[in-house]
Nanobody, 123 residues
Framework: QVQLVESGGGLVQAGGSLRLACAASGRTFSMSTMGWFRQAPGKEREFVTTITWSTGNTYYADSVKGRFTISRDKAKNTVYLQMNSLKPEDTAVYYC????????????????WGQGTQVTVSS
């Protein structure tokens, strides 16, 4: 069992930046992948980015490539999401998730989820 706690959401103007953090606790040694997903009102939860816990390999949705950066601090069991050049369409609840023995981006394959943090980008 892994517990995830996100922080860092908020309100920002278009073009601004935010940094989210997700701290993991529990059986963190069993994590293979950590990721960020988001869900806007009336929409399905969608993949944003993932990072392979052991190697640091990263993957991004086309919509955020070049603007968002995922990173991890293995000593702190924490993953970060640096979001730059934010757009109003980035407005959503952002969720941190962990997968075990899975290295893809399907949200249904992630077994642990944080409570979510709201990101609102005003135009």
């Amino acid at each position: 069992q892994v517990q995830l706690v996100e922080s860092g959401g908020g309100l920002v103007q278009a073009g601004g930046s935010l940094r989210l953090a997700c701290a993991a606790s529990g059986r963190t040694f069993s994590m293979s992948t950590m990721g960020w997903f988001r869900q806007a009102p009336g929409k399905e939860r969608e993949f944003v980015t993932t990072i392979t816990w052991s190697t640091g390999n990263t993957y991004y949705a086309d919509s955020v490539k070049g603007r968002f950066t995922i990173s991890r601090d293995k000593a702190k069991n924490t993953v970060y999401l640096q979001m730059n050049s934010l757009k109003p369409e980035d407005t959503a609840v952002y969720y941190c998730a962990a997968a075990f023995g899975y290295y893809g981006s399907s949200p249904t394959a992630f077994g642990s989820w944080g409570q979510g943090t709201q990101v609102t980008v005003s135009s």
